[in-house]
T-cell receptor, first 118, second 111 residues
Framework: GAVVSQHPSWVICKSGTSVKIECRSL??????MFWYRQFPKQSLMLMATSNEGSKATYEQGVEKDKFLINHASLTLSTLTVTSAHPEDSSFYIC??????????????FGSGTRLTVV | GQQLNQSPQSMFIQEGEDVSMNCTSS?????WLWYKQDPGEGPVLLIALYKAGELTSNGRLTAQFGITRKDSFLNISASIPSDVGIYFC???????????FGKGTRLSVIA
């Protein structure tokens, strides 16, 4: 299957600062990446869908100006949490898929980033 | 966003017992998937199902894609301590559409 690297694994930041999370597809071209958020003891909730070279599509209730997504290349998508607040503390996970990839490549997730805002 | 109905929410079983969990949806999916998530990690794909009625095994795991395309189940046989974790079902319509997840089944195995 695909190899997806997500960095950092965890980050602690002060309220009001911005944090950037990277998601890299290491062995195939990811034309589409998905960003999920997971609160403790809950399921994964889709935040946005990101297609290479175009603007991300955000789910209802997700602020696009707060959660900036950039997918400038076929191997890298970034999620920047701007002006983070304690309620943004969560587990953020990316997932990748790509044209021409084996079908099950579309189901590979990164290892997640635990964000704690203090 | 939409979520699938997954049950049970949690299970406590003895080592060696079999486990069964299922997922239902009000919508049709073209692909059903089952994931396992360990604490602090991303979900790891266990089984992917692509055709209605398909029954697929992966070691001690067996999953089926319901004939109506609105449900799926996962069975784990002869559970072992490392089966502990949260199991999620997920559905996908087609192409590059995102997955829709169930709420998860938390499995605890008592040695």
């Amino acid at each position: 299957g695909a190899v997806v690297s997500q960095h950092p694994s965890w980050v602690i930041c002060k309220s009001g600062t911005s944090v950037k999370i990277e998601c890299r597809s290491l062995d195939f071209q990811a034309t589409t990446m998905f960003w999920y958020r997971q609160f403790p003891k809950q399921s994964l909730m889709l935040m946005a869908t990101s297609n290479e070279g175009s603007k991300a599509t955000y789910e209802q209730g997700v602020e696009k100006d707060k959660f900036l997504i950039n997918h400038a290349s076929l191997t890298l998508s970034t999620l920047t949490v701007t002006s983070a607040h304690p309620e943004d503390s969560s587990f953020y996970i990316c997932s990748v898929t790509g044209a021409g990839a084996r079908d099950n490549y579309g189901y590979t997730f990164g290892s997640g980033t635990r964000l704690t805002v203090v | 966003g939409q979520q699938l109905n997954q049950s049970p929410q949690s299970m406590f079983i003895q080592e060696g017992e079999d486990v069964s969990m299922n997922c239902t949806s009000s919508s049709i999916f073209n692909t059903w998937l089952w994931y396992k998530q360990d604490p602090g990690e991303g979900p790891v794909l266990l089984i992917a199902l692509y055709k209605a009625g398909e029954l697929t095994s992966n070691g001690r795991l067996t999953a089926q894609f319901g004939i109506t395309r609105k449900d799926s189940f996962l069975n784990i046989s002869a559970s072992i301590p490392s089966d502990v974790g949260i199991y999620f079902c997920a559905g996908r319509w087609s192409g590059n559409t995102p997955l829709v997840f169930g709420k998860g089944t938390r499995l605890s195995v008592i040695a």
